[in-house]
T-cell receptor, first 110, second 116 residues
Framework: DAKTTQPNSMESNEEEPVHLPCNHS???????IHWYRQLPSQGPEYVIH???SNVNNRMASLAIAEDRKSSTLILHRATLRDAAVYYC???????????FGTGTRLKVLA | DTGVSQDPRHKITKRGQNVTFRCDPI?????LYWYRQTLGQGPEFLTY????????KSRLLSDRFSAERPKGSFSTLEIQRTEQGDSAMYLC??????????????FGAGSRLTVL
């Protein structure tokens, strides 16, 4: 059911930027791109979302390709507390049923 | 506002027993969701409510599963005649969004079920 493809795992060094990719080649014009992350032993938490334009908030930036078939979550300076599973999901205007894939497990090295 | 609360956090039961989980959403949120998560997998959608109405159910929600949100506030998820395959983390989330596409979910910490 998941309409997104993400690498299973990535590693980053502490205090360096991290770019987490997501492919969504079947995205429709009304689909939003959302990112959530799940820290160990916690429920997922919202990170950021966007439709067409790049978005910034205090946690991260979201870069959306011009054709919207891919996007990248950018953590500007990774910290050890950013180690988590990051999920990229598409949300559609017609339903509140949000489908999560298996996400990308980010490991941050001290 | 204390966020989304789930109770109990951990439940160990024997196969064949019934279990019930409770979720208290953020008070002004009108939508409430249940997900199930097994080890190494992402959350799987089970069902969602708008106020007290259950609007969508996954085929994962077999006849042994029932969810209610009687007054549009808290919700319960009951599993009857539990099986070992029901062992998982049960996550509740709530939201207040008028546009499904831009809707942001707030999750609770989950209720972990172990069926022996």
């Amino acid at each position: 059911d998941a309409k997104t493809t993400q690498p299973n795992s990535m590693e980053s060094n502490e205090e360096e930027p991290v770019h987490l990719p997501c492919n969504h080649s079947t995205i429709s014009g009304t689909d939003y791109i959302h990112w959530y992350r799940q820290l160990p032993s916690q429920g997922p938490e919202y990170v950021i979302h966007g439709l067409t334009s790049n978005v910034n908030n205090r946690m991260a930036s979201l870069a959306i390709a011009e054709d919207r078939k891919s996007s990248t979550l950018i953590l500007h300076r990774a910290t050890l507390r950013d180690a988590a599973v990051y999920y990229c999901i598409l949300t559609t205007s017609g339903t509140y049923k949000y489908i999560f894939g298996t996400g990308t497990r980010l490991k941050v090295l001290a | 506002d204390t966020g989304v609360s789930q109770d109990p956090r951990h439940k160990i039961t024997k196969r064949g027993q019934n279990v019930t989980f409770r979720c208290d959403p953020i008070s002004e949120h009108n939508r409430l969701y249940w997900y199930r998560q097994t080890l190494g997998q992402g959350p799987e959608f089970l069902t969602y409510f708008q106020n007290e109405a259950q609007l969508e159910k996954s085929r994962l929600l077999s006849d042994r599963f029932s969810a209610e949100r009687p007054k549009g506030s808290f919700s319960t998820l009951e599993i009857q005649r539990t099986e070992q395959g029901d062992s998982a983390m049960y996550l509740c989330a709530s939201s207040l969004g008028r546009n499904p596409g831009a809707n942001v979910l707030t999750f609770g910490a989950g209720s972990r079920l172990t069926v022996l």
